[in-house]
């Protein structure tokens, strides 16, 4: 069996990649791509915890949870797009900074 130290690490790993990159791109699509990035870290970890709880036990209620979050994150994710597509349509631009500024 995989020790909790790994499959932390790999959370932590998703979640870094995910602020990065929210903090450094201007483009719509890889916004929500790191949104994405957030939630699966998110998901890997309520994971994690409920397996390694209690030993040869792994908690259902923390799968359902997770079950349900992708899929309220999969709705979340397909409004988002729809936006994005909206935007590029109507001002033939995803940067974020440009859309501020049409805003007024």
């Known amino acids: 069996m995989t020790e909790l130290s790994n499959y932390l690490f790999l959370s932590v790993a998703l979640y870094v990649l995910g ?58 994710i397909a409004v988002a797009l729809t936006m994005a597509v909206h935007a590029y349509r109507h001002y033939q631009t995803l940067d974020i900074r440009e859309l501020r500024r049409l805003r007024w």
């Open 19 to 76: 602020l990065y990159c929210l903090g450094t791109t201007r483009n719509m699509i890889r916004l929500i791509i790191g949104i994405e990035i957030l939630t699966t870290a998110a998901n890997l970890n309520f994971i994690v915890f409920s397996s390694y709880a209690r030993a040869g036990y792994v908690d259902p209620y923390a799968h359902s949870i997770v079950v349900m979050s992708i899929v309220i994150g999969a709705c979340v």
